[in-house]
C-alpha cells in the first residue's frame, strides 16, 4: 500500500531537487507552492493547465418555463456507440440553475460559441437571479427546433440536442459528470465532409483557456489513420 509517508520520502528529494534547479527560462512550482497561491490566482493557473478547451454554451428550461444559458469549458467525447457526451458541472454548493435544470427536465442543448458571439457567451458566466433569462441579459436569441423542449441559440452554428443519461457525483471535489445521450444535431451543410469529418474552424468556433482568454481554431494537418 503506498501511504502518504511513503509518498511524501519518494518525492520529496526531487522536490528538493527541482526547487534548487536555477534555469532562466523554466521555472517549478510544487502543488505546496501553488496551494499558496490566492485563491483567484490558484484557480487560473490549475484551469489553464488542460490547455486549450472547447467553448461552449448550455441551454436549459426549468420545470416552470424559465430559461438559463451558460458558458463551459468542460464538453468531452465519451463515445460514438451509443453516442454520447460528457460535461462536468461544479459543485452546487451554491445555487446552479444549469444543473437544477437538467435534473429537473432531463434535457439541455450544447451550443458551439464563435467569434461573433463570444464575449455574449462568456457574459453568460455572471451570477444573474434565477428569474432572469441568460439569452436576454446577454443578448442572445432563444430557438426551439423539433419541438425539442430545451432551447438553443440561435446564433451558434453547431447545435446538440442532449437527454440526461445518468448523473456521476464526484466525491474528491463535489463536481458532477453528466452522461448525456445524442438526441439531433443541427449544423452547417458545408462542414460535413463524406466521410463524416466536421470542419468545426469553418463554423469560425472559438477555444478556451483558463477562466476568461478565447482563441480562434485553424486546422493545421489533418492525418491518415495511424497503423504500427
Same mark, same amino acid.
Given at each position: =500500500?503506498?501511504?502518504?509517508? *511513503?509518498?511524501?520520502? #519518494?518525492? !520529496?528529494?526531487?522536490?528538493?531537487?527541482?526547487? &534548487? =534547479?536555477?534555469?532562466?527560462?523554466?521555472?517549478?512550482? +510544487?502543488?505546496?507552492?501553488?496551494?499558496?497561491?490566492?485563491?483567484?490566482?490558484?484557480?487560473?493557473?490549475? &484551469?489553464?493547465? !488542460?490547455?486549450?478547451? +472547447?467553448?461552449?454554451?448550455?441551454?436549459?428550461? +426549468?420545470?416552470?418555463? #424559465?430559461?438559463?444559458?451558460?458558458?463551459? !469549458?468542460?464538453?468531452?467525447?465519451?463515445?460514438? +456507440?451509443?453516442?454520447?457526451?460528457?460535461?462536468?458541472?461544479?459543485?452546487?454548493?451554491?445555487?446552479?440553475?444549469?444543473?437544477?435544470?437538467?435534473?429537473?427536465?432531463?434535457?439541455?442543448?450544447?451550443?458551439?460559441?464563435?467569434?461573433?458571439?463570444?464575449?455574449?457567451?462568456?457574459?453568460?458566466?455572471?451570477?444573474?437571479?434565477?428569474?432572469?433569462?441568460?439569452?436576454?441579459?446577454?443578448?442572445?436569441?432563444?430557438?426551439?427546433?423539433?419541438?425539442?423542449?430545451?432551447?438553443?441559440?440561435?446564433?451558434?452554428?453547431?447545435?446538440?440536442?442532449?437527454?440526461?443519461?445518468?448523473?456521476?457525483?464526484?466525491?474528491?471535489?463535489?463536481?458532477?459528470? *453528466?452522461?448525456?445521450?445524442?438526441?439531433?444535431?443541427?449544423?452547417?451543410?458545408?462542414?460535413?465532409?463524406?466521410?463524416?469529418?466536421? &470542419?468545426?474552424?469553418?463554423? #469560425?468556433?472559438?477555444?478556451?483557456?483558463?477562466?476568461?482568454?478565447?482563441?480562434?481554431? #485553424?486546422?493545421?494537418?489533418?492525418?491518415?489513420?495511424?497503423?504500427?
Amino acid at each position: =500500500m503506498i501511504t502518504k509517508k *511513503l509518498i511524501t520520502e #519518494q518525492y !520529496s528529494p526531487i522536490t528538493k531537487q527541482l526547487n &534548487n =534547479m536555477t534555469n532562466e527560462n523554466q521555472i517549478f512550482i +510544487s502543488n505546496t507552492m501553488f496551494k499558496n497561491f490566492d485563491d483567484r490566482k490558484r484557480v487560473r493557473f490549475i &484551469n489553464s493547465l !488542460s490547455g486549450i478547451k +472547447s467553448a461552449n454554451l448550455i441551454g436549459t428550461i +426549468s420545470s416552470s418555463g #424559465q430559461t438559463n444559458l451558460s458558458i463551459v !469549458s468542460s464538453a468531452f467525447h465519451l463515445g460514438a +456507440s451509443p453516442a454520447l457526451l460528457g460535461i462536468i458541472i461544479r459543485p452546487d454548493i451554491s445555487p446552479r440553475h444549469t444543473l437544477e435544470n437538467i435534473r429537473s427536465t432531463k434535457v439541455l442543448t450544447l451550443n458551439h460559441v464563435n467569434e461573433n458571439i463570444y464575449r455574449n457567451a462568456h457574459q453568460t458566466s455572471a451570477r444573474y437571479k434565477r428569474e432572469v433569462s441568460e439569452f436576454e441579459a446577454c443578448s442572445l436569441t432563444e430557438e426551439y427546433l423539433e419541438n425539442f423542449k430545451a432551447p438553443f441559440v440561435k446564433e451558434s452554428h453547431v447545435k446538440v440536442a442532449l437527454e440526461l443519461s445518468r448523473e456521476v457525483s464526484i466525491k474528491e471535489n463535489g463536481t458532477h459528470m *453528466l452522461i448525456l445521450k445524442i438526441l439531433g444535431v443541427w449544423i452547417p451543410k458545408r462542414i460535413m465532409n463524406d466521410d463524416g469529418y466536421l &470542419n468545426i474552424e469553418d463554423t #469560425q468556433a472559438v477555444c478556451v483557456s483558463g477562466l476568461d482568454t478565447y482563441h480562434s481554431i #485553424q486546422k493545421l494537418e489533418r492525418l491518415p489513420y495511424a497503423k504500427p
